[in-house]
């Protein structure tokens, strides 16, 4: 039944998404979907179709990295459990954790996370710039200003990243309701694990972003607004 319920969500939802042009569609591990016309397998490669306006265009998918395709309103499985090429999981755990992914994938944003990591990146670079009266004597030095952009940036700043794509990007967090598409797996821990991992991806390279671009606003601003 919940196979069933999943391949006409799935069918349903990429078909309003993408329209008329594509009738198959490919669900990979990772919990990405291709839509698509579906050819077939071909040796190790799943044979894929892109129609384009005036030609179509052919393009293949390593099989290993599927877990299943829908022909026709047909699901195919081709994911095999196999520990010699990294597939631990049972062929249902698998889906799980691919539905887990697909859901983090369209429900999951992490507009805060980049903001917090832009503001706070920004911020140690307006610290790091800043000089302190007390960092030097006025009477031997008496064209030095102190404040903020009174002192050339350091490498300080630029550690920042690091922290916050580490402090953001390794804890789980807790899968609420509003964030699953598919509800009967609330609960499933296999859903939770494929749902974390591509929402700690999503919040680690959103906290890679923005204080990568705090950083750079900050010597930006040094750069232009430097008082010595």
């Known amino acids: 039944m919940k196979k069933a319920y999943f391949t006409v ?15 198959d569609s490919v669900l990979l591990l990772n919990g990405k979907v291709y839509q698509c016309n ?3 397998v071909e ?3 799943l044979h894929l179709q892109s129609p384009k306006k005036d030609t179509i265009e052919d393009f293949y998918l ?35 954790y691919a539905i887990g992914a697909y859901d983090a994938r369209h429900t999951y944003k992490t507009r805060f996370v980049f903001w917090s990591s832009f503001v706070m990146s ?10 302190s009266p007390k960092a030097f004597d006025p009477i031997l030095l008496p064209d030095l200003k102190a404040g903020f952009f009174g002192k050339s940036p350091t490498m300080i700043p630029f550690a920042v990243p690091l922290v916050l794509t580490a402090s953001f990007g390794l ?13 009967q797996y609330q609960g499933d821990k296999m859903y939770y694990t494929g749902f ?11 906290a890679l972003k923005g204080s990568a671009l705090g950083i750079g606003l900050g010597l ?9």
Do not use: C
């Not at 829908?70 to 698998?94: H, P, R």
């Not at 789980?172 to 309701?177: G, L």
């Not at 974390?196 to 959103?206: L, P």
């Open 171 to 183: 804890p789980n967090i807790r899968v609420k309701e509003k964030f699953m598409l598919h509800k």
């Open 196 to 206: 974390n991992s591509y929402s700690k991806q999503k919040r680690a390279f959103s």
């Open 43 to 45: 040796g190790l490669s």
């Open 122 to 131: 920004y911020g140690v670079s307006l610290w790091d710039s800043y000089l």
């Open 38 to 40: 579906v050819v077939g």
């Open 9 to 23: 969500i799935l069918t349903f939802i990429l078909s309003v998404g993408f329209g008329q042009n594509y009738k």
């Open 220 to 228: 930006i601003s040094y750069a232009i607004l430097k008082i010595n």
């Open 62 to 96: 390593d099989s290993y990295r599927v877990y299943s395709y829908i022909k026709d309103d047909n699901e195919t499985v081709l994911y095999q459990k196999n520990e010699e090429i990294g597939n631990f999981l049972e062929a249902d755990e698998s889906k799980r």
